[in-house]
């Protein structure tokens, strides 16, 4: 658009000096577009490719990596809590969504995107892989007959009902909140709802 401009200026007499003083650009470089195109034609206005390292990942493929870092990992069948920047590049290029880059290339393009590690705040969650599996027993409870007990073993041990810290990818100033997995009555009534 600024080539056609200054090729416009140019056709209706303006000097070089005067379209720079216009355009806020460099008179060489208005000298240089002007004799390109009066021996090129239409063709010297034309964008030459850039010199450089191309762009690695598409716009798509930039917003699918935030997208995927903003999602948790269990939504894909990965046994862990969060993506670190190694883990989140394997997974894309395991499923094909982007070319092999860098786990640095993943790390800028969450930062232009504004998206940040940050803690969370959540209760009583677990890190186990088969912690879904395993809380069939609360099943087991609802239905259990009344003149028969279940009884069960954890190894993992007694969990204070408060507050657990995380960490998760998600845009900035908006860190994830988990729900609360118990409701806090008065002292009289149990603690947790539904066991």
């Not at 206005?45 to 997208?67: I, M």
């Not at 269990?74 to 880059?101: H, M, T, Y």
């Not at 892989?129 to 190894?155: G, M, N, T, W």
Request: with cysteine; charged share 30%.
């Amino acid at each position: 658009m600024r080539r056609a401009q200054i090729i416009a200026f140019s056709g209706q007499g303006m000097r070089v000096q005067e379209i720079a003083a216009n355009l806020e650009m460099n008179q060489e470089y208005l000298r240089e577009l002007i004799r390109n195109f009066n021996d090129e034609g239409f063709d010297a206005l034309r964008q030459k490719p850039q010199s450089g390292r191309p762009r690695s990942l598409t716009e798509e493929e930039e917003s699918l990596v935030a997208e995927i870092a903003t999602t948790p990992p269990q939504a894909f069948g990965r046994p862990f809590n969060q993506w670190s920047l190694r883990k989140l590049r394997d997974f894309l290029v395991e499923k094909r969504l982007i070319q092999p880059v860098s786990h640095n290339v993943i790390r800028r393009v969450l930062k232009n995107r504004k998206i940040t590690y940050q803690r969370t705040r959540t209760w009583k969650r677990s890190n186990d892989p088969a912690y879904h599996a395993k809380k069939r027993i609360e099943a087991l409870y609802k239905k259990a007959p009344q003149r028969c007990s279940v009884i069960c073993f954890d190894e993992f041990g007694p969990i204070q009902v408060k507050p657990q810290h995380d960490s998760a990818w998600a845009p900035q100033k908006s860190p994830v909140r988990h729900r609360a997995t118990y409701r806090r009555c008065s002292r009289r009534e149990p603690l947790f709802s539904g066991v």
